[in-house]
């Protein structure tokens, strides 16, 4: 009789942090308290306490959560098959998409409360961190390259800071346009400067 | 008589759109109420409410102040007064550093408040935009590039996106070190790009 009961303990859980994420990115860092967690997973705010004593606690575990299906976004990033400088824009249009969308956004809310909050600050650097050096690994093994050269290392990362910025570009207005030019024309000099063409 | 009163007024304006900004860049959006704004700038609430009625008309004037320094800023950007290679690093390097910093800061608070309030928004698309448009233009003429030419303006708005995604990773970090190394590599692929070299 306790597995059930355990198992929807977990589904509960499951759903207030998925529930916690949509609300960050919908309605931002200011709106995402319990009371409207709870409301909108349909928990009562008596049951959210039990699993989460405090906001801060809810938001920590939501972040967490949001982190590990970035990375598990990383991980699942298909090969695209293709090669030379075909390969290298199909790449990069992937670590774009990787790196923005409605995770970007809810994170960005997180970061931007981590001025008035340094204890949350202290949660988010190593998340972001790990999170960074995954995206980057996995961009290595996708283009092929050695990034024990340092020139190699930056571009890389130069690459995921243009996506982030892209990402910022897209909070705004719908920028999906002038981003698939950009990806094409950074992916191209990328695939030149490492010799992938 | 009325002129040192003019005076008076102008300044004490002046005084609360540039503590509205820092208060902005410190505390974050949720801190920055008309009450805090007055106590930092040393001036009565009823004062304050005299300039600007509600914390919208503040955080409006104090946005349009933002930008019109941002901008300002775009304009005092010196000739870097190398060329070739060295040049394009200089600029870039300029262009990194006016994109970030605390007005960046105060424009990321912005931002993504702009989530949770599509007035907010309405307002600082436009002068997002226009900052933008203004960057990009003297990117162009400091490289001395013709940005008629599709792939050059592509690769000058890369250029601005990547000062944005460091700007962002700035914002958690200090990452001063790591960005000039990734600066200087992206340079030099501009400048290979750009047949400036």
Chains 1, 2 share one sequence.
Do not use: C, N, Y
Request: aromatic share 4%; no cysteine.
């Amino acid at each position: 009789m306790t597995e059930p009961k355990q198992d929807r303990s977990r589904q509960t859980r499951q759903r207030l942090l998925t529930t916690t994420v949509a609300v960050l990115t919908s309605r931002g860092w200011e709106a995402t308290t319990v009371a409207l967690v709870a409301a909108e997973a349909g928990i009562s705010r008596g049951a959210v306490q039990h699993h989460f004593p405090t906001r801060e606690d809810l938001v920590v575990a939501a972040l967490e959560h949001m982190f590990a299906a970035r990375i598990a976004a990383v991980d699942a990033l298909p090969d695209p098959g293709e090669s030379g400088m075909k390969r290298v824009r199909a790449v990069v249009a992937q670590l774009v998409e990787l790196v923005g969308g409605d995770l970007f956004r809810a994170a960005l809310q997180v970061w931007t409360a981590t001025t008035a909050d340094p204890a949350l600050r202290a949660v988010v650097v190593p998340l972001e961190r790990r999170f960074g050096k995954e995206a980057h690994a996995r961009a290595v093994r996708l283009l092929g390259v050695d990034d024990r050269d340092p020139e190699v290392r930056r571009l890389i990362q130069a690459t995921l800071d243009l996506a982030r910025g892209l990402a910022l570009a897209d909070v705004l207005t719908d920028d999906s346009r002038r981003r698939s030019g950009i990806v094409t024309a950074w992916a191209d000099q990328l695939a030149l400067a490492l010799d992938l063409t």
